[in-house]
């Protein structure tokens, strides 16, 4: 079995620097029988944890690490609608399920601000999102969206911007046009996971820390088991999506680890900030390997991008980062960078994410191949449907074919490194 580094404290992200909370939650040394135990405390796994515990199941929720250690607590904190793959699931299953796919693809956003609200959950939670065109198909592509939501009479405000006015609100001659839509969003994601682990916790899950699961017994309620510890459970949900390699037999070779990274600048000065994104968007261009970044609350931008699918981690995340920053905003160059930090998504080669079950009663939920904190709350609420007794919607993702890539993970992610070479050729073209 692969080893990894587990017990580790949050990496020293402007997200760690800025947590509304220290979490403490004791190591599992002890014996548990519950409900569901859910593998891993990022958006997957304390998504799933709070949905059951509000319809009254008994959750055990364990985390290797701290709560929002992985990618949940690392990302760009951009709230976007979607799940990767979706018009494959409708390609597959025909366009009879086009409204469903069409509604579960902002259910995300729904759940994210209902807990915000709800929990009172302070992560810093605004509207807007731009996606930004750099090459004249894209520009058609928002065309046929901006059709499709007067189309579905889409019931909140969005706009669809030429070059100009583009240009005139995000300060940069990079873009020749955009996309608003002010129903998705921007937040701060480590905060939003603790916030709603601890909203979980309120409704009585019992929530471990510094507990890495090292394998699961299978049986009529299998069994998870720690260094320290064991939960017996009707389910098991494994939720640890690119940090984990549980049940290699049936979830090897399926997700691969690809890097994604940020940076943040010192906080910038008002005139700027007027600048570059007076409305506080967040941004994100249609580049198959894309650039994303966003404003913080105190000023600083957030910039992100560049994904490294080999698995290898850059020698300095600021010298790949900042040359793109500066291209699209010369009028930053000489700002401070305060912060960098990366993280692990899960790519899945078909980009739809890989749900099932493993001997009926043990359920994973991973590979967002990018995308997920929308996502992440979407399929939490399809497992713990499934789990529920409800397949519907669990069983689209589930019955898709995924390809299976022989050999070893490292082979695995070299495949992709070289399919990704062609996306940025594409993209350069
Ligand atoms: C730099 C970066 C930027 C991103 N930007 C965005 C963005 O702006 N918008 C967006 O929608 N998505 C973004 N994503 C993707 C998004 O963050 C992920 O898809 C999402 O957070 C996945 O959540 P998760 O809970 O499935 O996995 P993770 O958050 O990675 O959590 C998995 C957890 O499982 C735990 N774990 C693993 N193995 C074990 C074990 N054996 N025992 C116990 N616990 C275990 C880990 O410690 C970890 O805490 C970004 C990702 C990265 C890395």
């Known amino acids: 079995m692969r080893t990894i580094n587990y017990r580790q404290e949050h990496t ?3 997200y760690a620097a800025t947590i509304s909370e220290v979490t403490n939650y004791p190591e599992l040394e002890e014996h548990l029988s519950v409900d569901i135990c859910i593998v891993g405390a990022g958006f997957t796994g304390v998504a799933t944890a709070l949905t059951l515990a509000e319809r009254g199941y008994s959750v055990a929720l364990v985390e290797a690490n701290r709560v929002g250690w992985g990618a949940s607590g690392r990302n760009g904190g951009q709230l976007i609608n979607g799940i990767s793959g979706l018009a494959k699931i409708q390609k597959r299953y025909g366009d009879g399920i086009a409204d469903m796919l069409w509604d579960l693809r902002w259910r995300g956003n729904d759940i994210v601000r209902e807990r915000v609200a709800k929990y009172a959950i302070d992560c810093d939670l605004r509207d807007g999102f731009v996606e930004t065109a750099v090459k004249p198909r894209h520009v058609k592509d928002l065309e046929e969206w901006a059709a499709e939501m007067e189309r579905r009479q889409f019931p909140h405000r969005w706009e669809l911007w030429d ?3 583009t240009r005139e609100m995000l300060g940069t001659d990079g873009y020749i046009g955009g996309f608003v839509s002010y129903h998705d969003g ?3 994601p480590l905060n939003l996971c603790i916030g709603e682990a601890r909203a979980a916790h309120g409704l009585g899950v019992r929530i471990f820390e510094q507990s890495p699961v090292t394998g699961i017994e299978h049986g009529a309620r299998p069994t998870v088991v720690t260094a320290k510890g064991r939960i017996q459970a009707d389910s098991v949900v494994l939720a640890g999506n690119a940090y984990h390699f549980l049940e290699p037999k049936q979830l090897a070779n399926l ?3 690809a890097g994604s990274f940020i940076m943040a600048t010192e906080p910038l000065a008002d005139e700027v900030i007027k600048e570059i994104n007076p409305l506080d968007l967040a941004v994100c261009d249609m580049n198959e390997i894309l650039d994303y970044y966003r ?6 931008l957030l910039y992100g991008g560049r994904c490294n699918y080999s698995g290898r981690d850059p020698r ?4 790949i980062l900042l040359p793109r920053m500066l291209e699209l905003y010369p009028q930053l160059q000489g700002v401070r960078i305060d912060y ?3 993280g692990k998504i899960g790519i899945v080669l078909n980009r739809v994410p890989l749900l099932g079950r493993i001997h009926g009663n043990v359920y994973y939920c991973q590979g967002y191949s990018g995308h997920g904190v929308n996502a992440t709350h979407i399929l939490g609420e399809v497992t713990a449907d499934a789990i529920a007794g409800t397949m519907e919607t669990f069983d689209l993702f589930a019955n898709y074919p995924h390809f299976r890539i022989p050999g070893s993970q490292w082979v695995g992610n070299q495949l992709i490194a070289l399919g990704m070479l062609y996306f940025r050729m594409k993209d350069l073209m």
């Open 186 to 188: 921007h937040l701060h």
């Open 316 to 319: 300095s995340i600021k010298e």
């Open 295 to 300: 404003l913080s609350p105190d000023q600083r």
């Open 12 to 14: 020293k992200s402007w």
């Open 163 to 165: 070059g100009a006015k």
């Open 340 to 342: 960098e930090w990366g």
């Open 255 to 257: 997700v691969f680890p």
